[in-house]
Structures are given as structure tokens and as C-alpha cells.
């Protein structure tokens, strides 16, 4: 059913240090997105690269993506490779995930894909809009990440399509831990009546 969609948030271990988790889970529970799945971990390595290559373009993409970003601000990408820069990527990534606990959360309502990346805004925090978790709470840059070999610290992973939610959900949940209920602001939400409201 098309309310019924889900995807996949994850509060990486910045986040949970600056304090941020109870802030974050308001922002997403306030549109009406309905909370299916939660749970406390540090990652293995293993699991954060899994995370990842649960799209086998994701070196290649990540790699292109920066570049784009470079080129938007006039600046030359400053390495020799794109698939090769996406690689290193995804090895600081994984150090990054599990570097500490991190909150991974199933969202599930409307559109939850899209809504959940619109409100967590773009991948780079100064120029993620305002209003959005990663423009409003924290600062870091694609330059400033990179010349100090490190991930950009964004606080949050959000999927980015509901194939890579999928996947991303099967890898974090098993089947029994998404639960299945009933919450009751769904009937305001999507209730074709309203016919429960008076007495
Ligand atoms: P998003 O998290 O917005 O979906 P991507 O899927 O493109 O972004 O990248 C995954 C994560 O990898 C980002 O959230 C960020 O932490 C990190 N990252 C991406 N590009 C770079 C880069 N050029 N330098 C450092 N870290 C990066
Ligand atoms: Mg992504």
C-alpha cells in the first residue's frame, strides 16, 4: 500500500554524541512518519561496508557526486581517480559507522523515502537547507572532509530510494522487528472519512 512505505534512518556516531537523538526522532515523528523499528548498536566494520555496497555502484557514485560538487563551486576535483577517491570513501565511512553507538530506525508513512531525505537535507551540511537536520545542527564540507581524509560528518544516514531502503532494511532488521500496528493519528492521516472524530 502506498502509505505503507519504509525506509531506513540511521543516526551515525556524531549525532549521537552532540546529543541530537531525541531532537532528530521529533523531526521525523512530527510530519506523521510512523516509527516501525529502533534499536541501539556499535557497528562491526563489516556490517557499516555491507551497508554500503548493499549498491555495488556506491564507490563510483560517491566518487562522481563530489565531483559534481567541486565543479558547482568552481574548484577542480583535486584527485586523480573518481572510483578510486569513492573506495577511500567507503573505507572512512565504515570507520566512521562504527566508531561508536549508533540509532537505527525503520520510518514507515506516505512517501517515507523521499520525506525522510527532504527533511534530513543535502549531503553536505553548509549547504544542506535550513530547516533540515544536517543544515540546521551541524557544518562540516566536502573540502574540509576531504583535505583532512576523513568522512563528512552529517549525523544522519537516510536511504536514498526505496530499493536501496529495501535492502538497507533487510541488512539492519530481521522481518519480526519491523512491527506491524496501528497508530492513532494514521486515521486523521489517511483516513478517507473522518467519521470517527464526533460522538
Ligand atoms: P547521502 O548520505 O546524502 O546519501 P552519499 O550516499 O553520496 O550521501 O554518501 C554517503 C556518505 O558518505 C555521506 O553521508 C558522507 O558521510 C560520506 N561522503 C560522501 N562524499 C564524501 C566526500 N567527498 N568526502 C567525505 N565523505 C563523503
Ligand atoms: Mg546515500
Request: aromatic share 8%; hydrophobic share 40%.
Amino acid at each position: 500500500m502506498i502509505h505503507k512505505e519504509k525506509t531506513l534512518v540511521i543516526i551515525k556516531p556524531d549525532g549521537v554524541q552532540r546529543t541530537l537523538i531525541g531532537e532528530i526522532i521529533r523531526r521525523y515523528e512530527r510530519v506523521g512518519l510512523k516509527l516501525i523499528g529502533l534499536k541501539m548498536i556499535v557497528p562491526t566494520l563489516e556490517q557499516a561496508k555491507a551497508h554500503y555496497l548493499v549498491n555495488p555502484d556506491f564507490p563510483k557514485n560517491v566518487g562522481n557526486k563530489t565531483k559534481k560538487a567541486y565543479e558547482a563551486e568552481g574548484k577542480e576535483f583535486p584527485f586523480p581517480s573518481v572510483e578510486e577517491f569513492g573506495l577511500g570513501i567507503l573505507h572512512k565511512n565504515a570507520q566512521y559507522f562504527s566508531s561508536g553507538p549508533v540509532v537505527v530506525m525503520a520510518w514507515q508513512g506516505l512517501g517515507a523515502v523521499g520525506l525522510v531525505r527532504k527533511i534530513t537535507g543535502g549531503t553536505e551540511p553548509i549547504n544542506s537547507d535550513v530547516g533540515t537536520i544536517r543544515g540546521d545542527f551541524t557544518l562540516d564540507s566536502y573540502a574540509m572532509a576531504d583535505t583532512s581524509e576523513r568522512s563528512i560528518r552529517n549525523l544522519v544516514h537516510a536511504s536514498g530510494s526505496i530499493e536501496e531502503a529495501d535492502k538497507e532494511l533487510a541488512l539492519w532488521f530481521t522481518k519480526e522487528e519491523l512491527l506491524n500496528y496501528r497508530l492513532i493519528a494514521d486515521e486523521i492521516l489517511y483516513d478517507v472519512n473522518l467519521d470517527g472524530i464526533l460522538e
